[in-house]
């Protein structure tokens, strides 16, 4: 009974459930009722704090916490990212994957958009990883070298999107007060004196050093919910990483596995939450910005991702055993979900609730970039790996 409860947890986990559930629960409350949706979002909940706060500036700090851990654990020793020579050709892709939907945004923009939606530009950048996890492995089986190349390429680009996030979407209606950062630095300072004197509970680095730098970027007026990615790295670690991204080890009782393996399904569930908060977007809200931000995730990200990946092959830093060009082309159109990370900086480009909510769209339709690759993988032929 426990193994078959297991079993669906990690199904309902693996196929993104909480997040898809949420955005199609915003998606049919905020065009049966925005009245009711908008009070429910805005609405003194806890104290001053309404939902939306309490999700995207608090809930968020853990979402983009295990982010951090994934992306420090590449990095280390042994990680996916280490050494940076086995890394080179999806660096190279990761760069397009990046200029290509800001280039393809700004483009599309001086054709069809105007000089207030350039703000835009950072919202296609980074990808969706547990979405395109998902897609890569229907259209790749699941141990085709495709997958390992598009995690990678997926944790470089989410790692500037939350970069892109904290240096160029600050509060438009507040100036940034940098002075206000030196209690992040405090936080750091604290997380590595945690560090040396052995502290292994993850607690007192969540409580004590989390808060110190979220108190910070607040009053800095940056975005708080980035403020354990700056706490995170100073965990304790293993020495030498053995596991890949998404894949679990028990046997890794550090600090940094420990906060990640015991938070890990409580922010996949709650981003039910998020889903439900960032999604109410009403269909009449179309409009420009809807186009260029789908059209800078499907043709940006496809062609940057393609023409980077081909460029670094012929430099020299070939693509790895089994993955050819159509592979490359169908992991570009793979990456091209934005959906999480895109309605987040959506939420954070725009002001206007018109246009956010066009924003936010093209970042929901950008789902359709699944079903295309999907599709590709069948007209292609491109074998699977079981």
């Known amino acids: ?70 992306i420090a654990q590449s990095c280390f020793p042994g990680g996916d990212l280490n050494p940076i020579q086995k890394a080179i050709n999806p660096l190279f892709a990761t760069l397009g994957g990046v200029l290509g939907p800001v280039v393809a945004y700004f483009a599309l923009n001086a054709v069809i958009g105007s000089p207030a939606l350039l703000r835009g530009w950072g919202i296609p950048t980074a990808t969706d990883i547990a979405l395109a996890w998902l897609v890569a492995k229907i259209v790749f089986g699941e141990r085709h070298p495709a997958i390992s190349y598009l995690l990678l390429l997926a944790i470089v680009d989410d790692a500037i999107g939350l970069a892109i996030i904290a240096a160029f979407y600050p509060d438009p209606a507040q100036p940034v007060q940098l002075q206000w950062l030196t209690l992040t630095g405090c936080g750091m300072l604290v997380a590595y004196l945690l560090r040396r004197l052995r502290v292994r509970n993850y607690w007192p680095y969540l409580l ?124 570009g159109m793979i990456a091209g979900v934005g959906l999480t990370v895109a309605l987040f900086v959506a939420g954070e480009a725009f002001t206007d609730p018109m246009t956010q909510g066009a924003a936010k769209m093209g970042a929901l339709l950008s789902g359709a970039c699944a079903v295309i690759a999907i599709a590709g993988g069948r007209l292609l032929k491109v074998p699977r790996m079981r």
Do not use: C, Q
């Open 208 to 331: 004590v050093s989390g808060s110190l730098s979220w108190f910070g970027l607040f009053h800095s007026h940056l975005h708080p919910a980035l403020s354990l990615v700056f706490i995170v790295p100073f965990m304790p670690h293993p020495r030498r990483e053995k596991m890949h991204i998404f894949e679990g080890d028990m046997k890794d009782h550090s600090t940094m596995a420990l906060f990640e393996h015991e938070w890990k399904v409580i922010v996949e569930f709650g981003l039910f939450m998020f889903g439900v908060t960032n999604a109410g977007v009403e269909f009449t809200h179309i409009g420009p910005a809807t186009w260029l931000v789908l059209g800078a995730l499907a043709i940006g990200k496809t062609l940057g991702i393609y023409g980077m990946g081909i460029a670094g092959a012929s430099l020299g830093y070939p693509l790895p055993e089994g993955v050819g060009k159509k592979e490359l082309l169908l992991l």
């Open 1 to 70: 009974m426990k193994r078959k409860t297991a079993d669906r947890v990690n199904m309902l986990r693996e196929f993104s459930i909480p997040l898809l559930t949420g955005i199609v629960a915003a998606l049919l409350w905020s065009n049966l009722s925005p009245e009711s949706y908008h009070h429910f979002n805005h609405a003194p909940l806890l104290g001053p704090f309404n939902f939306h706060f309490l999700t995207n500036d608090i809930f968020m700090v853990l979402f983009f916490g295990i982010a951090a851990a994934e």
